[in-house]
């Protein structure tokens, strides 16, 4: 009856989590009166509390951040917008948004705050509950002063928690606990790019656990360890895809991602990095011994060549990735060994069976050609790069890559005269062509131009129509 929901009050007394300072003060309302020698007592003794709370985490090296007033403001501003719409049950309100009334009680407890797609949803329930939006089929949120203070405090209490978060693990760092981590009788966990110190290839593993404690692999569930911006740390090999190719040092893997088309996000997104910076990445494969117990053997350094969108015959898009085995030099061993040589390993998932890569051979004079035929000038771009010596400069690109699985052609149709910034750009699908022969650049969907053709030169559609669809555009679509 009074604003604070049952779950707060039941949490504060069992002592399983501080109150909120509204919450608090509601409880000593109700309870105790409410004059203001109470409520300042027992706000001293909930800071006291709070502060001793993060000073012990901290001292663990666990990363425990403050609530910044930042939030605190947000929580108030979303009290005060409640009550403007008469204060109604969150239960109430649930029944009208894709919110639940515990996520509810949580915000207006000021223990979390909303994305701002949530945000959304809880005013929509509320115009909901309070009528001032009738049409359940076209709910807006019509906006009033309240409504732009609330959306105003979320992005500085999100734009705080980010900071705090920082903070407190720069503090923890620092501090003589250090960061939290495995226990002390463990290695400690590695997480970056390359080798990890200590671990060559070849070493078994008996379970994912063992992976994230000698640090080749930090995820538990996942198969893919890294990010977007830095790249792929590891890859553990699933074996679900019917369709990947493992031919020992070459694997055409397939990404992550459940039903519905697979997205160039998370892992996948890592991996994508890895090509682009050529990045080195550790590979992981599933083997079973004799008795049928699932373990992990330690591949070595793999490197991501190439990467691209395919349509599966049950019509799901999927993203490739092609991994080459790094020489033995860049693993930190003279030879590396065979999957039969692990101790222990019975029949082997994915036997590493010799590999004969049959290279593709590109003619020098048709890319020599096609450059001619523009006077190196980029098709894209304009840009003609002359060298001291009084020549130029210009790439020759395969619209549709040679080889296997692309099986494009070395023929002038499907090649292009272009700067090197307009080669790479173009490899990595930032830049696309529409059969129109319009280039847009995918960083802010922009027509670049229109590409140059000249009656010696024609350009095959087709060629064009494969590399949209190659870096996730759906078939016959056109970029915009």
Known sequence: MRGASRTAVYAALSGTRLPSAQTLDLIIDAWAGGTAAQRNWWRERRRAAEEAIAEESRLMGVAAPRRTPEEADFAEALRALWDEYGSPATEVVARHCEVSARTLDSYLDGRTFPTPERLDQLLIGLASVTGTDNDA???????????????????????????????????????PGGQSGPAADEPPTFAGIGPVPGILPG???????ALVRAGVHRQLMASIAGSEKLGAESVVLSGEH????????????????????????????????????????????PITDISGTRAYYYDGIYTVEDYWSEQRPDTRRVWRF??????????????????????????????????????????????????????????????????????????????????EPHGGADAIANLL???????????????????????????????????????????????????RTLHGMPNDATAR
């Open 417 to 467: 005269c272009l700067c090197a910034n307009c080669h790479v750009l173009m490899d990595a699908g930032m830049l696309v062509i529409n059969d129109d022969l319009t280039v847009v650049s995918r960083a802010d969907s922009t027509v670049l131009g229109v590409l140059r053709e000249t009656p010696e030169h024609q350009i095959d559609r087709e060629a064009l129509a494969y590399h």
């Open 203 to 209: 070493r078994r593993f008996d379970d994912r656990g």
């Open 322 to 403: 092609r991994l080459v085995r790094r020489v033995p030099a860049e693993q930190g061993v003279a030879n590396l060994p065979q999957l039969d040589e692990v101790e222990g390993v019975g029949a082997v998932r994915g036997m590493r069976s010799p590999l004969s890569i049959q290279r593709v051979v590109r003619s020098t004079a048709v890319a020599n050609h096609v450059k001619q035929i523009h006077d190196f000038t980029c098709q894209v771009c304009g840009v003609r790069l002359q060298l001291l010596a009084g020549g130029a400069y210009a790439e020759a690109a395969h619209i549709r890559s040679l080889g």
């Open 242 to 285: 019917a369709n990947d190719q493992d031919h020992g040092d070459v694997i055409v893997y397939t990404g992550e991602g459940g039903e519905g088309d697979q997205q160039l996000t998370r892992g996948n997104a890592a991996l994508a990095t890895s090509a682009s910076n050529r990045a080195p990445v550790r590979v992981v494969r």
């Open 137 to 175: 089929d076209e709910l807006v949120v019509h906006e009033t002063s309240s409504t732009e203070k609330l959306r105003e405090a979320l992005f500085r209490a999100r734009t705080a928690r980010k900071a705090e978060r920082i903070r407190v693990r720069e503090l923890a760092t620092a501090l």
